[in-house]
């Protein structure tokens, strides 16, 4: 990863989605690659740029290796569709078989601590492991999708992550807007959508919702003090704090040197 303390021109804050996304691509190439978990809005992203690029961008994916079924159905679409070979980053197995001894498979139900363990060993370390060879990624946020989210920018450094480049280029768009988008442009959508999930992510943490709840209600829905985020995208501003160091350090007695910075 080069040194991009921005040397560059950042997009006006108004600036449209494909411009945002366009302006990524141009100024980091090779260095830049789409994050999703195959959710309407990065699917979006996903077809944006594969249609900018003719399908010559990277995109890679967090398989928490408890994804449901229809994810990977749609992981085999997107291959078909757009030519992109998605990679997969699996957590590291040593940290995964740590904390599963020690915490069994379903520690999730068990506290929003153990849960957040859970977040951190498959999804936030492996996320970071990733990042780590990246100048700038791309995610699918949008401000309106919870509180912990109204503050998005387009384009922000990303201090969490070595100071990378983090684009959003739909945070201003609305569920509508997703949907008119994908519905226009026929993009492959999950499975699990015409069953009620608004929100898609690991099988054991997400369900359908009914008619009045919010969109977020699906995830973790067992929590009662619980932020509704995993970890990944951590605010500089504090709004979502991990507050599970004590059971990491348990599960990493003998990796502490090797932990990601
Ligand atoms: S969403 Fe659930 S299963 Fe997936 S990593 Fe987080 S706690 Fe674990």
Not at 124 to 145: E, H, I, M
Not at 165 to 175: F, I, N, R, T
Not at 202 to 222: M, Y
Request: hydrophobic letters at 40%.
């Amino acid at each position: 990863m080069t040194n991009l303390r921005p040397k560059f021109t950042w997009p006006a804050p108004n600036a449209s989605a494909e411009d945002v996304l366009r302006w990524g691509i141009g100024e980091f190439g090779e260095g830049l690659a789409i994050c999703t978990s195959f959710q309407a809005t990065g699917t979006v992203v996903l077809d944006m740029a594969a249609c900018m690029t003719a399908g010559n961008v990277k995109v890679f994916s967090l398989d928490t290796g408890r994804l449901h079924a229809e994810t990977y159905e749609l992981i085999d679409k997107i291959r078909g569709r757009y030519g992109i070979a998605v990679e997969l980053v699996a957590p590291d197995s040593a940290e995964l078989t740590s904390m599963l001894t020690m915490h069994g498979p379903n520690l999730m139900y068990n506290s929003v601590s153990k849960r957040k363990l859970c977040c951190e060993i498959r999804k936030v370390r492996s996320l970071k492991r990733k990042l780590a060879s990246l100048d700038a990624w791309v995610t699918g946020l949008r401000r309106n999708q919870s509180n912990a989210r109204e503050r998005i920018e387009k384009v922000a450094i990303d201090e969490e992550h070595g100071g990378i480049v983090k684009l959003a280029p739909l945070a201003d768009w609305s569920a509508e807007q997703v949907f008119d988008y994908i519905a226009r442009n026929d993009v492959p959508q999950h499975g699990l959508y015409a069953r009620g999930y608004p929100s898609i992510g690991c099988a054991p943490c997400t369900r359908a919702i009914e008619p009045g709840e919010h969109p977020r209600a699906g995830r973790w829905w067992w929590e009662e003090n619980g932020d509704g985020e995993c970890g990944m995208h951590f605010s500089p501003r504090g709004d979502v704090r991990r507050d599970f160091d004590v059971l990491l350090d348990e599960v990493l007695p003998l990796r502490r040197p090797y932990l990601v910075k």
